[in-house]
């Protein structure tokens, strides 16, 4: 008998990956939590029937989306994570030793009850003394909190459901107000492929554009993401991803990644014609 976890990446396509085991499945007050084993991907979560994160592929994600502001902004120290509840941003952001608090807000407890569970690969840094776990609505959670963090990182499910939240212009302006005067945001941007995809990207690109000064997009290659085409956005009040970018300082850290690379970061920046078509009627031009 073989088992196929499949996932519709639009109406007529769909990844289908060869299941070994079904580890978990459960429903928690927000959403339908499942984990598999697989020959080719490893253990992978879903939610909501939608492919969060692989063992295989997960560091592409997790590092681009942390290294990469953390290479430009010169003194990070506060750290606001919205969503990421299955632990790898954090496990990348306490390799930084400068860093002096992580506050991950993840709505949903039962997602990272399931990953100390059965991701120990992402979910292995929870008890730095650092990170400060809040289980509440991100969207609700900034709207309190005024010039306190010098980088968010919003790593949210897709803008539907309890994610919707966190592609809207109030929750943008919310997260401008939370940062410091040279405050950073990184958030997961969706991908510029299929027509649904690219206008929810198109979508919160505007908004971004709308809330921030500078605004760019970046990319990386994720298989197990809907045309393995990745974006993320990288909305700053001062800093520019590439002038700002300071190779020595991060080269120094010795921090070992499989993905990111410094010379990976300004490649990463350098978009195709299409996606910039996508977004350059809402994009600042600098
Ligand atoms: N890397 C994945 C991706 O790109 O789709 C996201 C991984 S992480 C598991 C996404 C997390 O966002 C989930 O655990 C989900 O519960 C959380 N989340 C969704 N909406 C949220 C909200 N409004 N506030 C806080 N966390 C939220």
Redesign the pocket.
């Known amino acids: 008998m073989e088992y196929w976890f499949s996932e519709m990446h639009t109406p007529n396509v769909k990844l289908s990956i060869r299941v070994d085991k079904q580890v978990y499945s459960g429903q928690s007050e ?2 339908r939590i499942d984990v598999f084993d697989s020959p080719e991907f490893g253990r992978f ?1 879903v ?1 909501d029937g ?1 492919m ?2 692989t063992q295989k592929d997960e560091f592409i ?1 997790h590092e681009m989306i942390t290294h990469v502001p953390l290479a430009v902004h010169p003194r990070a120290k506060d750290i606001l994570v ?5 632990g ?1 941003v954090v496990r990348e952001l306490v390799k930084y030793d400068d860093i002096e608090s992580i506050d991950l ?4 407890e039962e ?2 009850r399931v990953c100390k569970e059965y991701l120990p690969f992402t979910a292995c840094s929870f008890d730095d003394p650092r990170v400060h776990l809040h289980f ?4 609700k ?1 900034v709207r309190s909190v005024k010039d306190k963090y010098d980088l968010i990182i919003v ?4 803008p539907f ?3 919707e ?2 592609f809207t212009r109030e929750f943008y302006g919310n997260c401008y107000k939370a940062l410091h005067e040279d405050g950073i945001m990184v958030n ?1 941007h969706e991908s510029p492929f299929y027509t649904e995809d690219a206008i929810a990207c198109q979508r919160a690109h505007k908004r971004i554009v709308e809330s921030f000064p500078k605004a760019k997009v970046y990319q990386a290659h994720i298989p197990s ?1 809907p045309s393995g085409h990745w974006l993320f956005g990288f909305a700053s009040k001062k800093y520019h991803p590439l002038r700002d970018l300071n190779e020595k300082k991060w080269n120094a850290r010795g921090i070992k990644c499989r993905y990111y690379t410094t010379t990976l970061h300004k490649g990463a920046f350098y978009i195709p014609a299409y996606v910039e078509e996508l977004l350059s009627n809402v994009e600042h031009t600098d």
């Open positions: 927000y959403q979560l939610l939608y969060m994160l994600y919205i969503g990421g509840g299955d790898g807000v993840e709505i949903d997602v990272t509440e609505d991100g969207l959670f790593d949210s499910t897709d459901g309890p994610g939240g966190l997961q993401y």
